[in-house]
């Protein structure tokens, strides 16, 4: 007994030990840092936002972005504001992207950032070389401009399109055929915009994965058209169109694409997406005949909120890998950067988790109201065919 209790003691003093040293050991390890935006060889205003990813287990300090003109004429010095989280003065979270605002006369230049963290370790970025060209400015998306509204209409020409040509044709081999260009879009279009992010830096495990509704939307409908168990089938209808409808048609009315507009390939990537998925559920709906019922509604409300408790999980973890932020899916920990309506429900309940209240609520009023036309629909049907019985 006496060897054994021995042994344990010597582990637990070597682990101490081992434990200690560590605590103790100066940080040594640099911190990460890149641009994602402007793009290498990009044409940009002469005054814009240079936007990058910065990570440090210990936090980065600061952040210092350089600007050299090509002829050699000079170099600018301009600090970065590492992106937190703030409610009533108090910083919530600090998140591991940078912006920076810059203001440069015409002509060509190389930038690059370098980071340090608080025990003095730095790093830089690779340099990129960039035009500023005074007649770039308003290139960046705008809600609701040409642009937007061209998106718009293209996904909705499409979506009547479709239903119209398959209902005119009545062939199981068109809609077939429907059902593997919708998946074959939806898959390959999130598989694209993941080596996107993944070449321009600006992946971040906290935001990228598919688990937000419309990415798992994006993930599921595949499955929805070619499983064969009708019972599973159907639940994957119904949590299709609320989550895909509800989610997909609030995105495409307020895009989050930032200053990547028309022709860049983020512009498409987005409606594409976005706009398959509602294709999907008008497909599914319209064509092979299925309908959500006032069950349905009740049954994805609550599969959506064991899903948030899952959510809360998978965003706490996200900030184990770099870059050492907060996870945000499903919004549960903080509202979008650029601002949103989750905002107002700040103001009225609280920062997170409190808001998740005006999430709820938000919730079961897009659902409802995405039902109340079937079920207003089959209201109207039974009392026709209760007079149509009547003598």
């Known amino acids: 007994m006496l060897k054994i209790l021995s042994i344990l003691w010597g582990i637990i003093f070597i682990a101490n030990k081992v434990v200690y040293a560590q605590g103790n050991s100066a940080d040594t390890v640099p911190p990460g840092i890149t641009i994602y935006t402007p793009l290498h060889g990009g044409e940009i205003p002469e005054q814009f936002l240079l936007r990058g990813k910065v990570w440090d287990k210990s936090g980065a300090a600061k952040v210092t972005v350089f600007a050299k003109a090509i002829n050699g004429?000079?170099?600018?010095?301009?600090?970065?504001?590492?992106?937190?989280?703030?409610?009533?003065?108090?910083?919530?979270?600090?998140?591991?992207?940078?912006?920076?605002?810059?203001?440069?006369?015409?002509?060509?230049?190389?930038?690059?950032?370098?980071?340090?963290?608080?025990?003095?370790?730095?790093?830089?970025?690779?340099?990129?070389?960039?035009?500023?060209?005074?007649?770039?400015?308003?290139?960046?998306?705008?809600?609701?401009?040409?642009?937007?509204?061209?998106?718009?209409?293209?996904v909705i020409i499409s979506g009547i399109g479709m239903v119209l040509l398959l209902k005119r044709l009545k062939s199981p081999t068109a809609e077939k055929r429907t059902e593997w260009i919708l998946a074959a879009l939806l898959w390959s279009n999130e598989i694209i915009l993941n080596i996107f992010y993944l070449v321009i830096d600006a992946y971040r495990i906290g935001h990228h994965l598919p688990f937000h509704l419309c990415g798992m939307s994006v993930v599921l409908i595949p499955f929805m058209f070619f499983i064969t168990n009708e019972?599973?089938?159907?639940?994957?209808?119904?949590?299709?169109?609320?989550?895909?409808?509800?989610?997909?048609?609030?995105?495409?009315?307020?895009?989050?694409?930032?200053?990547?507009?028309?022709?860049?390939?983020?512009?498409?990537?987005?409606?594409?997406?976005?706009?398959?998925?509602?294709?999907?559920?008008?497909?599914?709906?319209?064509?092979?005949?299925?309908?959500?019922?006032?069950?349905?509604?009740?049954?994805?409300?609550?599969?959506?909120?064991?899903?948030?408790?899952?959510?809360?999980?998978?965003?706490?973890?996200?900030?184990?890998?770099?870059?050492?932020?907060?996870?945000?899916?499903?919004?549960?920990?903080?509202?979008?950067?650029?601002?949103?309506?989750?905002?107002?429900?700040?103001?009225?309940?609280?920062?997170?988790?409190?808001?998740?209240?005006?999430?709820?609520?938000?919730?079961?009023?897009?659902?409802?109201?995405?039902?109340?036309?079937?079920?207003?629909?089959?209201i109207v049907m039974k009392f026709r065919a209760q007079r149509a019985d009547s003598p």
């Open 73 to 154: 004429s000079f170099v600018r010095e301009f600090d970065g504001i590492i992106d937190r989280v703030v409610y009533k003065g108090e910083v919530l979270y600090t998140l591991g992207v940078y912006s920076v605002k810059i203001e440069l006369p015409e002509g060509e230049y190389t930038v690059w950032a370098e980071a340090a963290d608080y025990a003095g370790n730095s790093a830089k970025t690779a340099e990129r070389k960039v035009t500023v060209n005074p007649a770039a400015a308003g290139k960046g998306f705008v809600f609701y401009s040409v642009q937007h509204l061209m998106g718009l209409l293209a």
């Open 231 to 378: 019972k599973a089938k159907k639940t994957l209808y119904e949590l299709i169109f609320f989550w895909g409808l509800g989610g997909a048609t609030q995105a495409l009315l307020t895009p989050d694409i930032g200053v990547f507009n028309f022709p860049h390939f983020r512009y498409f990537s987005f409606f594409i997406s976005h706009g398959a998925i509602v294709a999907s559920a008008i497909y599914i709906t319209f064509i092979k005949g299925y309908k959500p019922t006032i069950k349905s509604v009740g049954k994805v409300l609550l599969f959506t909120n064991a899903l948030i408790l899952l959510m809360f999980g998978v965003n706490y973890l996200a900030q184990f890998a770099p870059p050492y932020e907060v996870g945000n899916y499903f919004f549960l920990s903080y509202p979008p950067v650029d601002g949103s309506v989750i905002d107002v429900m700040v103001d009225i309940f609280g920062p997170a988790p409190r808001y998740v209240i005006g999430l709820e609520i938000m919730g079961i009023l897009i659902f409802t109201a995405l039902y109340l036309p079937f079920g207003i629909g089959s």
